[in-house]
């Protein structure tokens, strides 16, 4: 089982629609996550992160966030071609969680959003 | 303010070179990360800094690999006598802390052993 786990995608939604991303993790002691957007040939730009269990939203984009269920999931309202792009799900332990090893990400292998007109 | 930078962002070398690949964090951030990217393999995990000190270097490959940083600053990755399996995209990435705060990427370096 991989560490971090998206949906394979590829994502296909039209303008206008809800595009909903999944993340499993399986570190019980992963206490931060992660969203990343990468646009072909271009480094990850950080568009969400969250700490608590909940939802938490800014903007056209909402993350969930379920410790119980290791299940940490982005939907972006209103979706825009420009969203087009591989987001990355991305999980950190937290400190307490022992070891040294609370400073590195790791990382979902992605999943490609394509939004059509 | 400035992001994080990387240099070069492309680098060609031959099999069995060393090359140097330089991070240069966001003023202010004392923890450094450097990852690497590969078709294959996704976004890895390679060696943290927390000031001028390694807490975490397990993600480095093999001991060919290397890096430092001074000043709580700058770093420099290292990769010696490159194989053709080093070719990858190494990104380097800055946070205020590593415990808390969030991670924010440079461009990159390409880097092609032929």
């Known amino acids: 089982q991989k560490e971090v786990e998206q949906n394979s995608g590829p994502l296909s939604v039209p303008e206008g629609a809800i595009a909903s991303l999944n993340c499993t993790y399986s570190?019980?002691?992963?206490?931060?996550f992660f969203w990343y957007r990468q646009y072909s040939g271009k480094s990850p730009e950080l568009i969400m992160f969250i700490y608590s269990n909940g939802d938490k939203e800014d903007g056209r984009f909402t993350a969930q966030l379920n410790k119980a269920s290791q299940y940490v999931s982005l939907l972006i309202r209103d979706s825009q071609p420009s969203d087009s792009a591989t987001y990355l799900c991305a999980v950190k332990r937290g400190r307490d969680a022992g070891g040294t090893s609370y400073g590195k990400l790791t990382f979902g292998q992605g999943t490609i959003l394509t939004v059509h007109p | 303010g400035a992001g994080v930078s990387q240099s070069p962002s492309n680098k060609v070398t031959e099999k069995g070179k060393d090359v140097e690949l330089r991070c240069d964090p966001i003023s202010g951030h004392t923890a450094l990360y450097w990852y690497r990217q590969s078709l294959g393999q996704g976004l890895e995990f390679l060696i943290y800094f927390q000031g001028n000190s390694a807490p975490d270097k397990s993600g480095l490959p093999s001991d060919r690999f290397s890096a430092e940083r001074t000043g709580g600053s700058v770093s420099t990755l290292t990769i010696q006598r490159t194989q053709q399996e080093d070719s990858a995209v190494y990104l380097c990435?800055?946070?205020?802390?590593?415990?808390?705060?969030?991670?924010?990427f440079g461009p990159g370096t390409r880097l092609t052993v032929t």
């Open positions: 990435a800055s946070s205020l802390d590593p415990t808390g705060g969030e991670q924010y």
């Open positions: 570190d019980r002691g992963s206490q931060s």
